[in-house]
């Protein structure tokens, strides 16, 4: 039910068309809630069936011309809504901690590379998030939903740095048996 919320959130910042929507997005939350292009179009046409949002009246025919959206009262009044409510935290799953587990009782070919690869990206991310704090978060910055955007980034931020420095740390601990498992 999430989706939804993403996409009240950015109109509510600015009234934007489906594509500058999904760019937007690119830029912002889809670092913490991912969607593709087709589920963002989508869940426009949801929107604005249920009446949260209405495309903007536009001064050219509409036939082949992009529809900005804006958020409507009620689309306000559910993100409020959705905002206040309690929602108790997602169970942790990742693949790579499984595929670890795993690799105890069937060995570690080709985890170590793996490991790596995931250790760039995670640095390569955390490299992204300083940047963007770096730019959008100068000092003085300060105004309660700056405050709240760069919590939101500093999440990220500490995230990233935790996956980077246990990955490096899991690659040192990480014993070297066969691919037949730890009992040979």
Request: without cysteine.
């Amino acid at each position: 039910m999430s989706l939804p919320h993403a996409i009240l959130t950015a109109l509510l910042e600015k009234p934007s068309s489906g594509l500058e929507l999904t760019r937007r997005f690119d830029k912002s939350i889809a670092y913490f809630w991912p969607s593709t292009h087709q589920q963002i179009y989508r869940e426009l046409g949801k929107l604005e069936a249920e009446g949260f949002i209405r495309a903007l009246p536009s001064a050219q025919p509409a036939r082949g011309q992009k529809k900005s959206y804006e958020v409507l009262p009620a689309g306000r009044a559910e993100l409020a809504r959705w905002t206040a409510a309690s929602q108790d935290p997602k169970p942790l799953r990742d693949a790579m901690l499984l595929r670890m587990r795993a690799a105890a009782v069937v060995g570690t070919a080709g985890l170590a590379a793996d490991m790596r690869r995931h250790l760039e990206l995670h640095e390569n991310q955390l490299a992204v998030y300083r940047e963007i704090e770096k730019r959008d978060f100068p000092p003085g910055r300060d105004t309660p939903q700056d405050r709240l955007r760069h919590l939101v980034l500093r999440a990220g931020i500490d995230l990233e740095t935790f996956w980077a420095q246990w990955l490096a740390e899991a690659l040192k601990e990480l014993p070297d048996f066969e691919a037949d498992g730890p009992e040979g």
